[in-house]
């Protein structure tokens, strides 16, 4: 059974976790923001539009990186597949626009009726943005089910936090190299004596695949209006 | 009331706005920045702090020791890296990679929205497109997956082509030689980023004024003539602005294909500039040198990234900024 392969439960679990959650951590943070910036009266506004788009185009590198998130504490830790991600300029933008493009006089009533600004976001605004909302739902949702390399680089000892696609990883990384490689070879040999690689891999690969083949015709009219809608205004 | 009409007003009319005192604003939109200093202060820490992380790269950094006791080097390890013949083996692939996907990235998808625009069959278009973007949600692990798979030399899809059309006899190592290694990854990428790509310019084609196409057709040009003279012009902006970030992108391209693509046979054709950080900065502890390596990755494409946009805006008027 392949289901003895340790990594396979485990990083089903952690990888569904993450989706979720940080799905549901970057829609909040990001809508929020991108209301913020789509109040035209907003003090601050010019300021903070300046200082995300800068983080489209300049970041510290892969080092820098690193440390920041070993000064933090966050490796080996669940937190380090959300937090650094949690807010991306791009997707603060593709929801800005759309909200620019709502009736004003909405918020205006509102507002009459005493609705503080959180109130008018949180009951006017996002309920209207609901097909900006699911194009970054799916953005997030696919960058963090299909993400692998923070998993090898911050948690890639710790068994306990390891996903589907880091699992499927070292599994092609294993192959791939074996082919010319007597050593690996008989390493290989030794481990496809309990459970196959090449099963395993194509479980992992159904597993990882298949979700995404049934959830994103459903979303298609959403993205492609989210990618123009981004693409205008950044 | 009043906040509210220099609301709908102030774009036209900010004389109205700064006559209150930004005092008052303040307060008045206090819920305004409740909801967005938390997140400038979450870029600040997670986007902007490593930018200072940059200093290591002039230091001799030692992890667990404060920023004061650190020992300064100047530009030692730049030279160090410039001296390094390997380095300039890595620049080759980075800029070798990043160009070929650059032009491929960039053609591909526009010749592919032209001709699906001239797909009449709606449901056709329609079945076309939706295929298209598939490969994008794709993680490049499987990607990288079903590719050596199809190139294997043992049951791959395209030796057994090849075979059995008699255009080789041995099948070829497609993943263990090197000179095949950025045509794969330039193939792989084409394959994924396509349809996902095309979406924009799609779009900018459905935006242009189905007038001009009769006008066209009443003056007896043909479909080519008409895809010449009017759908191309008409999505220049989008391509120029498209083109002018991907040139600021081109030594960012990432090293997720080349890191899962690559072995050790083909790594003097696959390792790149975030590749070689990653193995001779990181992994061996280096911090500082594997921080030179990126800094200058970012140095490069900012500049890149600039000049393409001032000689597009030179000679377009089209530009990001």
């Not at chain 2, 390596?293 to 805006?313: D, E, M, P, Q, Y």
């Amino acid at each position: 059974m392949i289901f003895t392969y340790s990594g396979l439960i485990t990083g089903f679990k952690i990888s569904v976790l993450r989706t979720v959650i940080g799905t549901a951590a970057g829609l909040i943070s990001g809508s929020m923001l991108a209301y913020t910036l789509a109040r035209s009266d907003f003090q601050a506004r010019k300021f903070i539009s300046a200082f995300l788009a800068v983080t489209m185009y300049v970041s510290g590198g892969l080092i820098p990186g690193f440390i920041l998130m070993k000064d933090l504490h966050l490796i080996n830790t669940f937190a380090v597949y959300i937090l650094p991600g949690l807010v991306s300029a791009f997707n603060v933008f593709v929801i800005r626009s759309f909200i620019d493009g709502l009736p004003y006089a909405l918020q205006e009533s509102a507002k009459l009726d005493g609705a503080n600004d959180f109130t008018i976001y949180w009951r006017v605004i996002l309920p209207l943005c609901k097909p900006a909302l699911a194009t970054v739902a799916l953005f997030l949702a696919v960058g963090q089910w299909n993400s692998w390399f923070d998993t090898y680089l911050f948690n890639g000892s710790n068994e306990s936090l390891t996903t589907l696609q880091y699992e499927l990883m070292k599994i092609l990384q294993s192959t791939t190299t074996s082919a010319t490689n007597a050593q690996d070879a008989a390493n290989m040999a030794q481990r496809m004596a309990q459970v196959s690689p090449e099963s395993v891999k194509m479980a992992i690969t159904i597993i990882v695949t298949v979700p995404i083949l049934i959830v994103y015709p459903f979303l298609q009219k959403y993205f492609v209006k989210g990618m123009t809608l981004g693409a205008v205004k950044s | 009331m009043k906040t509210i009409s220099s609301n709908v007003e102030n774009v036209y009319e900010p004389a109205e706005q700064t006559k209150k005192s930004a005092w008052k604003v303040l307060k008045n939109q206090k819920y305004l920045y409740y909801m967005s200093i938390p997140f400038v202060l979450w870029v600040f820490v997670f986007q902007y702090l490593p930018l200072w992380g940059w200093t290591m790269a002039f230091q001799k950094y030692r992890p667990g020791v404060g920023f004061f006791e650190q020992k300064w080097v100047g530009l030692e390890h730049f030279r160090t890296l410039f001296q390094d013949d390997h380095f300039y083996q890595v620049l080759r692939n980075t800029l070798a990679m990043s160009l070929m996907g650059l032009i491929a990235g960039f053609i591909v998808p526009v010749v592919f929205a032209l001709m699906l625009n001239e797909v009449r069959l709606q449901v056709m278009k329609r079945f076309v497109q939706t295929v298209s973007y598939l490969p994008h949600f794709v993680s490049w692990v499987v990607a990288a997956g079903i590719v050596t798979k199809m190139l294997s030399t043992d049951g791959g899809v395209v030796n057994s082509l090849l075979i059995s059309l008699h255009i080789i006899d041995q099948p070829i190592q497609f993943m263990a030689q090197g000179h095949w290694f950025w045509g794969i990854v330039t193939g792989a990428d084409i394959w994924k980023e396509t349809g996902w790509n095309a979406i924009i310019y799609l779009a900018a084609i459905s935006g242009i004024g189905p007038e001009l196409y009769e006008a066209a057709r009443v003056d007896g040009a043909s479909r080519l003539r008409q895809m010449w003279h009017i759908t191309l012009p008409g999505i220049r902006p989008t391509i120029i602005v498209l083109l002018i970030m991907s040139i600021g992108h081109l030594l960012g391209t990432g090293f997720e294909k080349q890191f899962l693509l690559g072995n050790h046979l083909v790594i003097d054709y696959s390792e790149v500039l975030d590749l070689y950080a990653l193995n001779y900065g990181l992994a061996m502890g280096r911090y500082s040198f594997g921080t030179a390596i990126n800094i200058f990755n970012s140095v490069i494409s900012l500049i890149l990234l600039f000049a393409a946009n001032g000689i597009f805006k030179r000679f377009t008027n089209e530009s990001i900024m």
